[in-house]
């Protein structure tokens, strides 16, 4: 077990500062954003029976007023002060961003990804096969772009990478429902991971960022939801690949790298987002993160570990504290699920808390600012998305000081009172990680 104490950042010039805080206004109050586009956040789900203690639940539309505030993770982040209205208000979607999603495969063919043109997860690579324990002996010609499951034990980590990339890129439950999605798969069924899967995960993204046929980008995201070992018990790994290979490989990815993999400046650069974990699956008795690579956010700008809070405004519980610099919605969060293309994970057992997703929200607000800014960099990006002004009611030290996700201040003519709006009807929750 690694334990690696929380390091202060290296502090930062007054220049830089100003100019962080800058970009953050610019990011919030767009001057030439267009017009809003206004989705509804209350919607009707119903239940789709699995067996006799699991279902899965469909979406059955959003706009009615009486409806639950089930997108309520949509509703926090495009509010100040934690007040919900039952709106999201989007100026960029994220077209033209390319989110890595480093996790247990992507099903592609899931309604929130499709589009008339197709699929917007547009490759998918399984970086898996040095990891045989825990492995499902269910069938898929790419696990990576079409994860399966024998067992409803085995649903639970493989529906996981799906879950995640809706909450970054769904057209109905996503932040940011115009970005692409690449699959990178590290983690089996079981969500069994490796430093040796992490690694071949990341040489993948950087031949993936570098392909002619890539759509190009001068920044792209990296979102983990999840924590990783150097090796896993009856796991054969004659020689693991260490904690310090895949943080180096991690460091270059941030600064920019070549098509190689090298050091470069020029070249692609990356921004991390990492799940924060939950407590009762990633960080020790004392509740404070621990597990790699969340431990790297408070000492590297480019990285940023998400902790977890809860629609009534305060931190959830259930999530690791310690090392974290920035929280979003991670209680009862509606996402997809891989039994149906249009299943959604249902109630029973409840497996919508966590923050695994709460991090890909951040991984979508993210794409929401490259897409109206591609040049800016992992720094400056964590720079905008951590100078946030919300805050839970309960803040401190611990807890990223109680700052919370924000995109863009909502107007205060649009208001769930205002009838006249003309609001979109769109719809659109985790394992405990």
């Known amino acids: 077990m690694l334990v690696v104490q929380d390091v202060p950042k290296i502090q930062v010039t007054s220049l830089r500062r100003t100019f962080a805080a800058v970009l953050f206004a610019l990011a919030v109050y767009p001057t030439a954003a267009g017009a809003q586009e206004i989705v509804s956040t209350r919607c009707h789900e119903s239940e789709v029976a699995l067996d006799a203690n699991h279902n899965a639940a469909k979406l059955d539309g959003c706009g009615d007023p009486s409806a639950a505030n089930l997108l309520w993770h949509l509703d926090r982040i495009d509010q100040s002060d934690g007040n919900l209205d039952g709106y999201y208000?989007?100026?960029?979607?994220?077209?033209?961003?390319?989110?890595?999603?480093?996790?247990?495969?992507?099903?592609?063919a899931h309604t929130e990804f499709a589009t008339p043109a197709g699929s917007r997860v547009i490759a998918g690579f399984d970086a898996t096969h040095s990891v045989v324990v825990g492995v499902s002996n269910c069938t898929s010609a790419n696990k990576a772009l079409s994860p399966c499951f024998s067992n409803t034990m085995e649903l639970v980590g493989?529906?996981?990478?799906?879950?995640?990339?809706?909450?970054?890129?769904?057209?109905?439950?996503?932040?940011?429902?115009?970005?692409m999605i690449v699959s990178i798969r590290v983690m089996n069924e079981s969500a069994l991971a490796t430093t040796r899967t992490y690694l071949e995960g990341l040489n993948d993204i950087i031949r993936h960022a570098w392909d002619p046929a890539t759509p190009q980008f001068h920044t792209a995201v990296v979102n983990i939801s999840g924590w990783v070992l150097e090796k896993l018990e009856a796991n054969p790994d004659n020689a693991p690949v260490t904690f310090a290979t895949v943080e180096r490989k991690i460091r270059d990815m941030i600064g920019g790298v070549d098509a190689l993999g090298n050091p470069d400046p020029n070249g692609k650069r990356f921004l991390f987002v990492v799940a924060g974990?939950?407590?009762?699956?990633?960080?020790?008795?004392?509740?404070?993160?621990?597990?790699?690579?969340?431990?790297?956010?408070?000492?590297?700008?480019?990285?940023?570990?998400?902790?977890?809070?809860?629609?009534?405004?305060?931190?959830?519980?259930?999530?690791?504290?310690?090392?974290?610099?920035?929280?979003?919605?991670?209680?009862?969060?509606?996402?997809?699920?891989?039994?149906?293309?249009?299943?959604?994970?249902?109630?029973?057992?409840?497996?919508?808390?966590?923050?695994?997703?709460?991090?890909?929200?951040?991984?979508?607000?993210?794409?929401?600012?490259?897409?109206?800014?591609?040049?800016?960099?992992?720094?400056?990006?964590?720079?905008?998305?951590?100078?946030?002004?919300?805050?839970?009611?309960?803040?401190?030290?611990?807890?990223?000081?109680?700052?919370?996700?924000?995109?863009?201040?909502?107007?205060?003519?649009?208001?769930?009172?205002?009838?006249?709006?003309?609001?979109?009807?769109?719809?659109?929750?985790?394992?405990?990680?």
């Open 158 to 179: 493989a529906q996981h990478g799906t879950s995640v990339a809706s909450l970054v890129a769904g057209r109905n439950v996503g932040v940011a429902p115009e970005a």
């Open 277 to 433: 974990n939950n407590v009762d699956n990633g960080c020790g008795r004392s509740g404070v993160v621990d597990r790699f690579p969340a431990t790297l956010g408070k000492g590297l700008d480019g990285l940023i570990t998400v902790g977890g809070m809860t629609a009534d405004n305060s931190w959830w519980p259930g999530a690791c504290h310690g090392g974290l610099e920035i929280l979003a919605p991670s209680q009862g969060i509606f996402s997809a699920s891989i039994t149906a293309p249009d299943h959604y994970r249902g109630t029973k057992p409840n497996l919508r808390s966590g923050t695994s997703f709460a991090a890909p929200i951040i991984a979508g607000i993210a794409a929401r600012l490259l897409s109206e800014r591609p040049n800016l960099t992992p720094q400056e990006l964590e720079s905008i998305i951590t100078s946030t002004p919300s805050r839970i009611v309960n803040p401190d030290a611990s807890r990223a000081d109680g700052k919370v996700a924000f995109v863009q201040d909502a107007p205060a003519v649009l208001t769930a009172g205002t009838g006249s709006r003309g609001t979109v009807s769109r719809g659109g929750a985790e394992t405990r990680r």
């Open 89 to 108: 208000r989007r100026r960029a979607l994220g077209a033209g961003v390319v989110v890595y999603v480093m996790d247990t495969g992507v099903m592609a």
